[in-house]
């Protein structure tokens, strides 16, 4: 039997309220905004007694970048549900199969987006962090905050003469991009495990190694930060490497951001600039690069679309899945075997995004 639903995942939306300036980093919005649908299509192997699927959905937090209008699904499954990430207010779709057979589903979501901007000029550092923002000095399983990583960062602000929140900030940003490297070699978007990073002395990997770094760095140096893990949806606008349109079933990426009291949330992505770095063949200092260095401190491209921060995740405890280090891509086991999310082939799933045009709600 074929099964529709809908959903609206997002509460009031922000083109209905004003948004606070402190919230979301007194941004500037700029009038570049697109429209997509992004799409999941799975089919999972017909064998085995059940099967369980679970897939990031776009943030519903809406915010004047990027906000969401809702998710659909269609397909086989016995049972289905939008969702919430355990331990977070993010959004997920779970769907799963009590008997062996095809199993399919496709699920949608249509999400706006703004490229971002944050006018760092107008910090004064003024006012304090509120409550619920201090979680994220907090550490992780992956992303400490004491040990070497403290050692690290202390080291970091000590020889910048950083003093303010976002002077450190910078200092810690300045570093990863100095010191990292972006590792083909890793698998999907790396792990995120700073401190083996720096007991080894190995720099190298992906967005989820290096704004891992960072977040972890500026953390220790007593600014909040947090990872944002997302996917690509659409071609940059300046930087073809920094893109993806279509099928972008392995698009997936992770961002950060840091918050400055009485300021708000600033974007920032240092993995791009080292990304840029290798795919053009360019040293750290050429121009190209330098100048995505000073963009991605403050601002994001909105080619891409934030799925959620959490870190440590159990989807389910009775799944083979574990604890994940963070959710960012598709999730599922076929009878208590766990298919592999990196490899989209073999768990037989394609993740679509198509550009719509004069759709939806304007914000």
């Given at each position: 039997m074929k099964r529709r639903d809908f959903i609206k995942l997002a509460g009031v939306s922000a083109a209905l309220f004003p948004v606070a300036p402190s919230v979301f980093g007194q941004e500037v919005i700029p009038q570049r905004r697109h429209t997509y649908r992004l799409t999941y299509k799975i089919?999972?192997?017909?064998?085995?007694?059940?099967?369980?699927?679970?897939?990031?959905?776009?943030?519903?937090?809406?915010?004047?970048?990027?906000?969401?209008?809702?998710?659909?699904?269609?397909?086989?499954?016995?049972?289905?549900?939008?969702?919430?990430?355990?331990?977070?207010?993010?959004?997920?779709?779970?769907?799963?199969?009590?008997?062996s057979g095809?199993?399919?589903?496709?699920?949608?979501?249509?999400?706006?987006t703004s490229d971002r901007f944050v006018d760092l000029s107008r910090y004064s550092e003024r006012g304090a962090i509120p409550s619920d923002i201090k979680h994220f000095l907090q550490p992780t399983k992956h992303i400490p905050v004491d040990g070497i990583v403290r050692k690290t960062a202390l080291s970091i602000v000590k020889e910048a003469n950083a003093q303010s929140p976002l002077q450190k900030a910078q200092a810690v940003y300045n570093w990863v991009v100095d010191n990292s490297y972006r590792d083909p070699a890793a698998r999907g978007c790396g792990r995120g495990d700073i401190k083996s990073m720096l007991e080894s002395g190995n720099l190298g990997g992906k967005s989820a190694d290096l704004n891992a770094l960072?977040?972890?760095?500026?953390?220790?140096?007593?600014?909040?930060?947090?990872?944002?893990?997302?996917?690509?949806?659409?071609?940059?606008?300046?930087?073809?490497?920094l893109g993806q349109s279509d099928d972008v079933s392995t698009a997936q990426h992770c961002r950060a951001e840091?918050?400055?009291?009485?300021?708000?949330?600033?974007?920032?992505?240092?993995?791009?600039?080292?990304?840029?770095?290798?795919?053009?063949?360019?040293?750290?200092?050429?121009?190209?690069?330098?100048?995505?260095?000073?963009?991605?401190?403050?601002?994001?491209?909105?080619?891409?679309?934030?799925?959620?921060?959490?870190?440590?995740?159990?989807?389910?405890?009775?799944?083979?899945?574990?604890?994940?280090?963070?959710f960012m891509y598709p999730q599922a086991e076929v009878s208590g075997h766990q298919q592999d999310s990196l490899e989209p082939a073999e768990f037989t799933y394609k993740i679509v995004s198509l550009q719509l045009v004069g759709t939806g709600i304007k914000f």
């Open positions: 089919d999972l192997p017909a064998t085995g007694k059940k099967a369980r699927l679970w897939l990031p959905l776009p943030d519903t937090n809406d915010t004047p970048h990027q906000f969401s209008q809702g998710s659909v699904w269609s397909g086989n499954a016995d049972i289905a549900r939008f969702d919430n990430v355990p331990g977070t207010t993010s959004p997920m779709f779970y769907g799963e199969w009590r008997g095809p199993r399919t589903v496709s699920v949608s979501s249509v999400v706006k960072f977040v972890g760095l500026t953390r220790a140096a007593g600014v909040p930060a947090r990872d944002h893990y997302g996917i690509r949806i659409d071609e940059s606008a300046a930087h073809k490497s840091f918050y400055l009291a009485g300021l708000g949330w600033v974007p920032v992505d240092p993995a791009d600039v080292r990304q840029l770095a290798l795919d053009e063949n360019l040293p750290i200092t050429h121009p190209r690069v330098a100048e995505l260095r000073e963009k991605l401190f403050g601002s994001w491209e909105m080619n891409w679309v934030a799925f959620n921060h959490g870190r440590d995740i159990t989807l389910a405890r009775d799944s083979v899945l574990g604890e994940l280090s963070f």
